[in-house]
Every structure is written in C-alpha cells, then in structure tokens.
C-alpha cells in the first residue's frame, strides 16, 4: 500500500525557518521513478505548487518562492524534506506532499498524504 | 512559469446538468494535464490524468477534453455528490502549476 505522511510543526514564529517531512512507504525514492511534489493550501484558498523532487535527483520550484525553498530526499529513510525560509504569517497553509509516477504513462499525482497544518504566528 | 487559468470560478447548477469547466495554459504543453476534485476538509482527489484518461474508480460521468493550450472537464449530469472545487494541473515538467479553483455547487 503506497502512503504519504507529512510531519512537522504546528505552529512556527515569522521570520523562522519551516522544515516538514514526507515520509513515504510502497514504493522507493532511489530507483523507482516515482518523484514528490510539495504542494499548499492556505485556508480557504486554491491549492498552490511548491517544489517537485524528480527520481533522480533533479528538483524544481515555484518561481516566485524560489529563493525561499529547499527541497530534497534522503532515500535511506524513505524521507522528502521541504525548507521554507523566513516564514510569514501569509505562509500560514495545510502543506501536503504528493508522488508521482514518472514517464510518458505517468498519470499524474495520483496519491497524497493528509497533510499537515502550519500556522505561522508570533 | 506557464500560467493555468480556470473559468468560471464558481457555478450553480440544477442536478442532472451538464456542467463544463474550462482551464487554459499560457503556454502550450503536452496532454500531461490532470484535474483534481477536493471536497471540503477533503485531500484532492486525482478524476482524470493525461487530459482525457478516467483515474480508475471515477465514475464515467465525469470526462475531459482538450490540448495544447485549453482543456475542459466535463461532468454530463451533475449529482449532489459532486459538491465540490475542482482544480487543473499541469504534471510535465518545470513549475507544476494549477489552476485557481472551480466551485461547484447544486441550484
């Protein structure tokens, strides 16, 4: 059974550095060709794309937030780790992480974890 | 970044209706486009991948169209189960952008 669980803090102060954890179980980050995205959804708003780790290794992000993000896997841990830095209370969301299946069958993020609620506040 | 812009950003329709949503991209892309539905308090759910393709266990009512540059989901007769914000995605490389949202209500 392939699962998603994100894990971080609840609640975080402006300024501060944000690290959340996607730990996955079913399938491998090393040599599957399954890769992970961070994705967002302030409260009552559009989801918003964050960043995507490819299966090997390459990683993009959201341009507008480029500065500000750093993703990346320990594959030993099954783990995808998702930085934000200098956090604002507009950064308050529910982050989820996601995996795709890569190559040209792919069908998209067809698998997310629960997703964990960040509250950014002093 | 391609952008992905939805329309309407809401709509009410009479149970049974054909309801269409529309997303179009900046830019033109492959067919590697995905619409998501996510109920209140809900994780999003995958309907439909490489623009066309039913994810298994979708009901057939719900349908997608479109390439290159628009794309459109189609739910052919809508039910009150279908409450929900419905969202595009492009899946193929670079920025993985989505739309901005398409509530769906029942009149």
């Known amino acids: 059974q392939v699962t998603l669980t994100e894990s971080g803090p609840v609640l975080v102060k402006p300024t501060e550095t944000l690290t959340l954890t996607c730990t996955v179980s079913g399938f491998s980050l090393s040599n599957g060709g399954v890769g992970v995205s961070w994705i967002r959804q302030p409260p009552g708003q559009a989801l918003e794309w964050l960043a995507h780790i490819f299966s090997s290794g390459r990683k993009s992000y959201k341009t507008s937030l480029n500065s500000r993000l750093t993703i990346s896997k320990d594959t030993s841990k099954s783990q995808v780790v998702l930085t934000v830095t200098n956090m604002d209370p507009l950064d308050t969301a529910t982050y989820y992480c996601?995996?795709?299946?890569?190559?040209?069958?792919?069908?998209?993020?067809?698998?997310w974890g629960q997703g964990t609620m960040v509250t950014v506040s002093s | 970044d391609i952008q992905m812009t939805q329309s309407p950003s809401s709509l009410s329709a009479s149970v049974g209706d054909r309801v269409t949503i529309t997303c179009r991209a900046s830019q033109g892309f492959s067919n590697a486009l995905a619409w998501f539905q996510q109920k209140p308090g809900e994780v999003p759910k995958l309907l439909i991948y490489?623009?066309?393709t039913l994810q298994s266990g979708v009901p057939s009512r719900f349908s997608g169209s479109g390439s290159g540059t628009d794309f459109t989901l189609t739910i052919s007769s809508l039910q009150p189960e279908d409450v929900a914000t419905y969202y595009c995605q492009k899946y193929n490389d670079g920025p993985l952008t989505f739309g901005g949202g398409t509530k769906v209500e029942i009149k």
């Open positions: 490489a623009a066309s």
């Open positions: 996601s995996r795709i299946v890569e190559g040209v069958t792919s069908n998209g993020f067809d698998i």
